[in-house]
């Protein structure tokens, strides 16, 4: 039978191995202490008793900053999955006896999936789980992989162009690129124009340092052709309203036309590469309870949709495409 103290011991083990693994996402040792409701100095002391146990380094301290050093990344791989099930333990054994009545889900997502993507997935959800606290953070690329990286964040959803090698990517939909005009404009009505034919008109794109104004930018330099630009503006929802108005054309994502608005679109599959949505997870995140029911019903949501091969596009940072309007 196990002594007090070991059994002291073990729950302290779990306690030093928490702070260790907030460190190590983190990247500090102050930034673990707030997750964990602890000072800085007990986190600090925690890492330590565990270089002691293991008789070795387990972070680089360069300054507020740390790294792990390669025994510490082989310690987080170990130790990560452990403390997560244990963090979930509460979650898990409500699910197993077929409850999933209480929790937080937090979801990372950009401003055209959380318009277009994820209403009906959501509305399901709330109706089926409505104890479940659900959280949409509205964010781009860069901050959506640093909330996964963090655990700030259960899940993301977005258009994921390059993969991580720590993060998973499983596409469920794909949408085509699309060029929209008023539905007067000499263009509407053609089953497929050419960059040559749209090149003399102007255009309304986004912010010209977010990614749909580059791969534009790229793909009419491909081809040797100028293009003009009379007004940027933020989101697809903005976009095309002006587009209604006369103000110009625009290429957009099919993802965000409804077949409501007063629009002609002509699809561009030949010249821009289709956009696939999907489900984002750091890899060997433990799944809670909460986040496999809504990715169960994202996946109800999207069956019937075909989910096609998208090129990965070389030489670009990781980011969602949801970065280029969120």
Known sequence: MASGSQIHYKQNRLKQLRAFCHAARTGSVSAAADKIFLSQPTVSLQIQAL???????????????????????????????????MDRLHDA???????????????????????????????????????IELKLHNVTG??????????????????????????NYRPFVTYRPTLITPKDHPLAGRESVTLAEI????????????????????????????YRVTLEAGGWEVIKKYVELGLGISIVTDVCLTGEENLARVPLDQYFPKRSYGIVQRRGKFLSPQTKCFVKILDRAFADRVVEAVPEQVGEEPRWDDAMLG
Not at 56 to 83: C, H, N, S
Not at 213 to 223: E, I, P
């Open 93 to 131: 054994f409500a699910v197993q006896c077929g409850r999933v009545d209480q929790g937080a889900l937090n979801i990372a997502a950009g401003e055209s999936t959380i318009l277009y993507i994820l209403p009906e997935p959501v509305r399901s959800f709330v109706q089926q789980y409505p104890g």
């Open 199 to 226: 090149a003399p008109f102007e255009m309304i794109l986004p912010p010209r340092h977010l990614s749909t104004w580059r791969m534009v930018d790229l793909v009419f330099k491909q081809h040797n052709l100028a």
């Open 51 to 85: 270089e002691r146990e293991f008789d070795t380094v387990l972070f680089e301290r360069r300054g507020p900053k740390i790294r792990l050093t390669p025994e510490g990344q082989l310690l987080f791989e170990m130790a990560a999955p452990l403390v997560e099930g």
């Open 142 to 167: 860069r901050d959506g992989l640093a909330m996964l990286r963090a655990d700030e964040a259960d899940l993301a959803v977005g258009s994921l162009m390059e993969v991580p090698d720590d993060i």
